[in-house]
């Protein structure tokens, strides 16, 4: 299973590369490195097992984040019935999104940066992305809403691209009447 210090930290300069995109078939490093992912994310949603485990919550995992310059990430939300819905992405593309933005309401996290932020980002409200899954089948999804926020970050990751880059330093709400909090 992967450890919170494992994931690394804004400072990392990795974290400001382009990723290139993954070939196929995968190598079975990057298949334990997606299944490794999925457990910790689904271990940091659980209260009491991330305390026990001293894991940070996270819905997402993009590759750089553990060191590897590959465009593949990771989504498991936990729904309130205790569900998860869960993405392999690989090599995602953006097909289309809304004109709608939204912004998350108390703030966007990263398993990387360790501190409070304060601002917010506006994201699309609604995106179909392209991207192949683990197999290397090609699908299109239609998100929405927070799981479409969690793409946005993510695929942002995959371009070199903290959320603390997207914060205006000077107005950290600019334009937040123009979006709705989610």
């Not at 942002?156 to 009447?177: A, C, E, Q, S, W």
Request: charged letters at 35%; glycine letters at 6%; one cysteine or more.
């Amino acid at each position: 299973m992967l450890k919170t210090n494992e994931i690394l930290d804004e400072k990392n300069k990795i974290l400001h590369k382009i990723s290139e995109p993954a070939k196929f078939p995968l190598t079975d490093e990057d298949k334990k490195l997606i299944k490794d992912s999925y457990e910790y994310l689904r271990l940091s949603q659980d209260e009491e097992k991330a305390e026990e485990l001293n894991l940070r919550a996270g819905m997402g995992l993009a590759f750089p984040q553990l060191g590897k310059l590959k465009r593949i990430f990771i989504i498991s939300y936990k729904t309130e019935e205790g569900n998860f819905i869960e993405y392999t992405v690989i090599n995602p593309k953006i097909i289309s999104y809304s004109k709608e933005l939204v912004y998350v309401e108390e703030g966007e996290g990263c398993l990387s940066v360790n501190r409070e932020v304060d601002g917010i980002i506006g994201r699309h409200a609604r995106i179909t992305v392209g991207f192949y899954d683990e197999d290397g089948n090609y699908k299109e999804e239609r998100v929405r809403e927070e799981i479409a926020v969690a793409f946005q970050h993510e695929m942002d990751h995959l371009d070199g691209i903290l959320f603390t880059d997207r914060i205006d330093k000077n107005n950290p709400f600019k334009d937040k009447d123009k979006m709705r909090a989610i």
